[in-house]
């Protein structure tokens, strides 16, 4: 496949690629500027694939490659959660759910100076950026988009997180919206974060509403078949394991325990 | 140092926070009620006395060993049973290899309490030639997975293992009668052991607020909970063992509360045990009887046509009967020698 159209990124976009296969050729396409995302690394002219997985583009210019982990490898620009381990007096010190913690500066957030160091205590979940994610560097975080400003970055307050592989955190926050969140969003209201690294934060007005939506996402994992119909059963199920009525969730029957 | 902090697994403020309020509503964050247990799945491995428990993400793995030992001195007829746990780091980051960590020596401990002061295992039938021989049998608890509650899991597996184990069978022989001749499985079939009753551990987990109390917490709950109580009963309802851990104080209405659940609870398990482990007798019966007709000489002649078909006969019989009893399989086995 990469002798008929060698460089061309066309040929391997959407196709599996095992860690060697070169996927492109950086002399054929001189006057482009692309991104390159976790699991591809440059060597001179020739991209190649670090790890198995699918290789997929965004348009215009940014190429990854995706496989499911319940470890997360950081990679510049992911939007991930990550909980506070410890504070030093420049870095808060990050899990990341990756092979080292991450730093997050005291002073990268919307106008962070040395007068106003935000507290947080171990455990806190924050919303965050990878801005370095140098190999065999501990990675750093940052609290504010490119421009300097807060958007939506900064901590998590209330709620409930937890844990997902990578790649279902990425058929979260695929486009078109994923049948899933949109199976629930249809019936019930909540607020949904995802992180690249595999963990999902999710709040509602009802606890009942959080452990509905968590626990329906955590079991669309294996899900497959996602048309309509099967996708609302399923669903049913979901709630009604939960002891919940679908579509009633804002009144849930719950019933005495029985002694 | 660095490494190590990465690998422990963190907890939120914002999931202990959210644990304890949906508690207050009667929900837990797994859909379940304070009082559902999760489900049970026991396994069984190729060998004998070995069994694998997985309930959520809990996955223990039992499996009993027997070694003939001089006895104690102050219960020459006794055999004995001991439990070894093994919590690999594989289970769970904050486990670490080598030395038992706290965890691994109060389970171990709870489970021993449970099957041998209650004396599950009757002991004396494990005796050979008093004073100079006996079966010790050996448990190992393998802990592959920690997803809360290990101490009801590795309790149910070290059960389920026991059940299925069988111990070679032996008698004396020698000039002098005291030798000991250990028999191979080929040659006699090997016995099991003989259990009066089965404890069952059921724990449950208390939390400070409002006084909340969970059965079978996860390890979120754990993490959260001030307090937990382990209750070993047998579906008679007799109370084997209690262990409470933690800091919760606890009123003694909701003990007698948890020990009625806890009473129901047992007797539900127990009955899942001996169904999986009939369904795995069944199985590996059958699997004996199937080998047979391969061992039947060829030949057609008289003798031998007519052995043949009594032996044909019994097949039959076997398939037809879904659940066979041990002496049919011995009696196929006696026609072939």
């Not at chain 1, 934060?201 to 009942?208: F, G, K």
Request: aromatic residues 6%; proline residues 6%.
């Amino acid at each position: 496949m990469a002798k008929e159209q060698p460089g061309s990124p066309a040929s391997f976009v959407d196709q599996l690629v095992v860690p060697g296969d070169v996927v492109l050729d950086l002399s054929n396409m001189a006057n482009q500027t692309i991104k390159l995302g976790s699991g591809l690394r440059q060597e001179s002219d020739a991209i190649s694939v670090t790890k198995a997985g699918k290789f997929r583009l965004s348009k215009p210019n940014k190429y990854w490659v995706e496989s499911s982990q319940k470890r997360y490898v950081p990679c510049l620009g992911d939007s991930i959660l990550g909980i506070v381990v410890d504070s030093k007096a420049d870095n808060f010190l990050v899990d990341i759910k990756g092979p080292a913690l991450a730093f997050l500066p005291v002073l990268a957030f919307e106008g962070g100076t040395r007068r106003n160091i935000p507290k947080f205590e171990a455990g806190t979940l924050l919303y965050v950026r990878v801005v370095k994610a140098n190999p065999g560097m501990n990675a750093e975080l940052s609290c504010t988009d490119a421009s300097g400003k807060a958007a939506e970055f900064g901590p998590l307050k209330d709620g409930y997180m937890f844990e997902c592989s990578t790649g279902l955190s990425r058929t979260l926050l695929s486009s078109p919206p994923c049948p899933v969140l949109e199976a629930l969003g249809k019936k019930i209201s909540f607020e949904v974060a995802v992180g690249l690294n595999g963990r999902v934060w999710v709040n509602a007005a009802s606890p009942s509403t959080v452990i509905i939506t968590a626990n329906a996402i955590m079991k669309s994992e294996s899900l497959s078949v996602q048309s309509d119909l099967n996708l609302y059963a399923w669903m049913e199920d979901i709630c009604s394991s939960c002891g919940v009525v679908y579509g009633d969730t804002q009144t849930p029957a719950i019933q005495p325990s029985i002694w | 140092m660095e490494q190590r902090l990465a690998n422990t697994w963190r907890f939120t403020v914002n999931e202990r926070k959210f644990i304890e309020t949906a508690l207050l509503s009667d929900l837990r964050v797994d859909g379940r009620r304070p009082f559902d247990y999760r489900n049970l799945t026991v396994n069984f491995g190729k060998e004998d006395g070995s069994a694998e428990v997985q309930m959520g993400h809990t996955h223990v793995m039992g499996f009993v060993t027997a070694q003939l030992v001089q006895p104690y001195r102050d219960r020459p007829n006794e055999g004995s049973l001991s439990i070894f746990t093994e919590f690999s780091p594989m289970g769970d980051p904050s486990f670490e290899p080598g030395r038992p960590g706290e965890s691994a020596v109060e389970l171990g401990r709870v489970v021993d309490r449970g099957l041998r002061e209650s004396r599950a295992v009757d002991t004396e039938s494990l005796c050979v030639l008093p004073g100079r021989w006996v079966w010790a049998i050996r448990i190992d608890l393998h802990i592959l997975d920690n997803g809360g509650n290990l101490l009801d899991a590795a309790n149910i597996a070290a059960l389920a293992a026991l059940m299925t184990f069988r111990r070679p069978e032996c008698s004396l022989g020698g000039e002098d009668g005291q030798e000991v001749i250990v028999h191979p499985p080929e040659e006699k079939e090997p016995l099991p052991l003989i259990l009066h009753h089965l404890p069952i551990a059921v724990t449950f987990a208390f939390f400070a607020n409002e006084n909340s109390v969970a059965i079978d917490p996860t390890h979120h709950e754990e993490a959260v909970m001030g307090g937990r109580m382990t209750t070993t009963l047998n579906a008679n309802g007799d109370i084997c063992a209690i262990q409470k851990a933690g800091g919760e104080g606890v009123l003694q209405s909701v003990i007698m509360q948890c020990l009625r659940i806890a009473s129901v609870k047992a007797g539900d398990i127990t009955e899942k045990i001996k169904k999986a482990v009939d369904s795995f007798n069944t199985h590996t019966a059958l699997k004996k009887i199937k080998r047979h007709p391969s061992s039947i000489p060829m030949d057609v002649d008289g003798a031998d046509s007519k052995l043949r078909e009594k032996q044909k006969s019994l097949v039959d019989k076997k398939a037809t009967i879904p659940c066979p009893s041990e002496n049919v399989v011995r009696e196929t086995k006696s026609l072939d020698q």
